[in-house]
């Protein structure tokens, strides 16, 4: 009985050193995960498409297409409508075509707190000569495309000049496998491109998707914000790499 005991006994302290190993070794993978060294390093990869100046060159990195998702928001007071523009691209692998859709909404919120969105224009886009353009061509409907470039085309990302901005916060998911890192950024170039009177630091975020850091993929979203008590404006591109899903 004696010997029975203590089997059962060293197999109950083996099976704890165990769990407290694989605890310590879960702790010790998010805390590198959080780190600013893992984060930034996985968002300076976006400096493989910051900036593509001809959309079309992303088929070579994305052989499979690819899917370009901008948005831009804008509030002017606190009881203005926001205005926002998305448009939305898909890059097709067949013909090597890039087009897709805007739409422009405006949001408010009711007396209770509800959110009531409008559309206001839908119209169908493409991406040619290095431009984008309206389907329609309606002087009036033009007005609508905002920006004949999306901020890919203009924005340079590198490592280099990662490490020299301010990082205001960083976090890693355990829940969703995703990171986020926001910096302090002051560009001009960027701020005209939001219309901005230009001098505020803006916060910058790049959203890295679960697909990026557990399965190569490329899947990013990268955010500007500028707000203070009187408006906020906002902009945003998703990138993501399109897989066959047969794989």
Do not use: W
């Amino acid at each position: 009985m004696k010997y029975e005991k203590g089997k059962y006994m060293f197999k109950k302290r083996g099976l704890i050193v165990l769990l407290v190993g694989f605890f310590a070794l879960t702790l010790a993978g998010c805390n590198l995960k959080s780190s600013r060294r893992f984060i930034e390093g996985k968002a300076a990869e976006l400096s493989k498409v910051y900036p593509t100046e001809n959309l079309e060159d992303l088929f070579e990195k994305f052989p499979e297409g690819f899917q370009i998702i901008s948005t831009e928001s804008r509030q002017e007071t606190e009881d203005s409508p926001s205005i926002s523009f998305e448009i939305t691209l898909n890059g097709s692998p067949y013909n090597k075509e890039i087009t897709g859709e805007l739409v422009k909404r405006s949001a408010t919120t009711d007396s209770k707190g509800h959110l009531q969105e409008e559309v206001l224009v839908q119209e169908k886009v493409y991406y040619k000569n290095g431009s984008l353009h309206l389907v329609s061509d309606s002087e009036e409907k033009i007005t609508n495309l905002k920006h004949p470039k999306l901020l890919v085309q203009l924005f340079t990302i590198s490592k280099e000049e990662l490490k020299k901005l301010k990082v205001k916060q960083k976090s890693y998911s355990p829940e969703t496998g995703s990171a986020t890192i926001t910096y302090q950024l002051n560009n001009k170039m960027v701020e005209q491109y939001m219309g901005l009177n230009g001098g505020n630091d803006l916060d910058m975020s790049v959203n890295i998707f679960y697909e990026t850091i557990h399965k190569n993929d490329f899947g990013y979203s990268l955010e500007f914000r500028d707000k203070n008590d009187y408006y906020y404006s906002y902009y945003s591109e998703v990138i993501l790499e399109k897989k066959n899903e047969e794989e």
